[in-house]
């Protein structure tokens, strides 16, 4: 089965302080892609990242960092020293095949002055 | 801003009623994407359009059909509308027919309240 788990309904995070969102996955497909996405509270899905199966490298882009490792099908979301505007949900998502992504549940997050 | 537009942002209507939400992508962008938002299902893929063609289907209830124009806009239209439909449907658009593979762009949504 193909599936994406943020098992993080809500955080709330003071600001300045870092935050982790987790994200996991299923799939059997050898070649897979994984993205985050964004969503403020203006509603648009903003794009962050994509990563591809055969790229573990972690990526640090800012404040915003992403560390993908395939011995635990996890692909987890760091901001470190947040600020109030990076309140949102944020969803993963996973690529199992050309026509097909499968969106995870979200992962509210709520960044308090 | 994604340059994927939609129309209208909200609508409310009422029960057994049919509503159109449009879509145009953005500029040079094949594909259009439909997915329904709603607290308890998550998003959900409904269909997907390339270059004026069906190209995928997801979880589109035979209640709601879609089509894609020459001019690449697309629109889907729900009818016989249940309370259930409430919820924010969101056109994406990509360059290439490949969900699953790319960046996929996002409008801000239409939010549909069934009454």
């Known amino acids: 089965a193909q599936k994406v788990t943020q098992a993080q309904t809500e955080i709330s995070v003071v600001e300045k302080e870092d935050v982790t969102l987790d994200c996991v996955y299923e799939?059997?497909?050898?070649?897979?892609?994984l993205f985050w996405y964004k969503q403020p509270p203006s509603g648009e899905l903003v794009f962050l990242i994509r990563?591809?199966?055969?790229?573990?490298q972690n990526e640090i882009s800012g404040r915003y960092s992403w560390n993908f490792q395939k011995s635990t099908s996890s692909f987890n979301f760091t901001i470190t020293a947040s600020q109030v505007v990076d309140s949102a949900v944020y969803f993963c998502?996973?690529?199992?095949?050309?026509?097909?992504?499968?969106f995870g549940p979200g992962t509210s997050l709520s960044v308090i002055p | 801003d994604s340059g994927v537009t939609q129309t209208p942002k909200h609508l409310i209507t009422a029960t057994g009623q049919r509503v159109t939400l449009r879509c145009s992508p953005r500029?040079?962008?094949?594909?259009v994407y439909w997915y329904q938002q709603s607290l308890d299902q998550g998003l959900q893929f409904l269909i997907q359009?390339?270059?004026?063609?069906?190209?995928a289907k997801g979880n589109i209830l035979e209640r709601f059909s879609a089509q894609q124009f020459p001019d690449l806009h697309s629109e889907l239209n729900l009818s016989s509308l249940e309370l259930g439909d409430s919820a924010l449907y969101f056109c994406?658009?990509?360059?290439?027919?490949?969900?699953?593979?790319?960046?996929?762009?996002f409008g801000e949504g239409s939010r549909l309240t069934v009454l």
């Open positions: 500029s040079g962008d094949l594909s």
């Open positions: 990563r591809n199966s055969f790229d573990e």
């Open positions: 799939t059997r497909d050898t070649t897979y892609y």
């Open positions: 359009y390339y270059n004026g063609e069906e190209r």
């Open positions: 994406a658009s990509s360059r290439g027919p490949g969900q699953g593979t790319g960046e996929l762009f």
């Open positions: 998502a996973l690529g199992t095949s050309y026509d097909k992504v499968i």
